[in-house]
Structure formats: C-alpha cells, structure tokens
C-alpha cells in the first residue's frame, strides 16, 4: 500500500500517499499526515517522496504502527538555512517505538554549516541536531542514504534490535565537529555494510550498553 496526496494536503486515494509537490508548510503536516495513514493501515505500507528538493523542519515519526512500513526517497530533503530552525530540537528526523521500518534511498542535507560556524565563533550556539534517529526500533533498516552536512551525528541508532544499515554514505567537511557518522548505543543486532564515511569526527561510534 503506497501513501498518495497529489497536493500534499491530505487528500488519500485508495489508500496512496504520495507527495507530488512542496513540503514547506510550517509544520510538516503533509509528510505527517503521510506517517499518521500509513502508521494505522491494516496492511503494509509505502510512504514515498519523488525526485526534487523539499525543505523539512525537524519531524518526529512516532509508534507503534499496525504493520510494516517502507519510507522510500528518492528526492533531497533539506533542513532550513537557519540553524536555529533545528538546533535545539536535539534531532532532525526522528523515528520512535516504530518495529519492520525501512527507510531507503534519498539524500539528507541537514545545512550544518551555520551551526559549525557560531560554534568556532565562540558565541552561544545551539547544542544541534542529529540528522535522522532510531530510538527503540525493532527489526528496521537504513540502506542506500547519502547524508551530508549533518549539525551533529548523521545517523544515531539507540536502544534499537536487530537494525541493519547499508549502502550509505556520510560527509561532512574536515572540522565539523560532533558529525559521528554512524553511532550505535545501548542496541543489539546492529549490522552495517557498505558504508562510506568522510566526515568531521568518528566514523562509526560505539556507545555503552551495545551488544553485538
């Protein structure tokens, strides 16, 4: 079953949820309304977005859900220019108590060069954002996502069983701090493959309470 709203405004048609068009409203509600449908189908369920660029603010995709659920990207999204848009949220694109997601394809570019800066600066700056967290996923997947210039970690898989992450790719210029390329704490069963790593800080970080 694939999400579809051909003006993203949350008209559903036999049970499809695709966005054709923007996602710049200030509160997401497209991708959000998307994430609302496919979470309580009775059967299995695809959210895609289509090739262009889509500005999204920081977004929290919440279970559980009624049966599995694949997010397919095969466009951009991009993060606001304004650092503080996001700095303090603590993530970007948040995924929680979701089991059987997958989240495929699709490029992420979090702007995390105004962050950095006002941290070299020495103002007050915010802590940042992670670019896309698993916290308490079961049985889910990342594969082929490209991730570049994340605030922070680009993606952070915490308390999660059994998540598998392949073919991806993070960047991020050399003196970016805090840009972890992958970091797994307090999860089990956790798989990477594939994955090219250029960025400011760990490539793959190990917090405590992981077990393999």
């Not at 200030?26 to 262009?52: D, E, H, M, Q």
């Not at 007050?124 to 992670?130: I, L």
């Not at 922070?152 to 390329?181: E, F, Q, R, W, Y």
Request: proline content about 3%.
């Amino acid at each position: 079953m694939v999400w579809h709203c051909t003006r993203c405004y949350g008209h559903i048609q036999r049970g499809n949820f695709w966005c054709k068009t923007r996602w710049e409203n200030r509160r997401n509600s497209a991708v959000l309304k998307a994430w609302a449908a496919a979470c309580t189908a009775a059967t299995s369920s695809r959210i895609y977005v289509p090739k262009g660029r889509y500005l999204l603010r920081s977004a929290e995709f919440r279970g559980p859900c009624k049966n599995k659920i694949r997010v397919q990207i095969d466009g951009t999204l991009v993060a606001p220019l304004d650092h503080r848009a996001l700095g303090n949220s603590d993530y970007w694109i948040l995924f929680i108590q979701v089991n059987w997601l997958s989240v495929v394809g699709g490029n992420l570019d979090a702007k995390g060069a105004g962050l950095w800066a006002c941290k070299a600066s020495g103002q007050t700056c915010p802590t940042g954002a992670r670019s896309i967290t698993f916290n308490w996923v079961n049985n889910g997947e990342i594969k082929g996502l490209t991730s570049i210039n994340s605030q922070l970690m680009h993606i952070v898989i915490n308390s999660c069983k059994n998540v598998k992450v392949s073919n991806v790719k993070m960047i991020a210029p050399d003196l970016s701090p805090n840009t972890d390329g992958i970091h797994v704490q307090s999860s089990t069963g956790v798989t990477i493959i594939n994955a090219l790593i250029k960025t400011g800080d760990d490539c793959i970080s190990i917090g405590p309470g992981t077990r393999c």
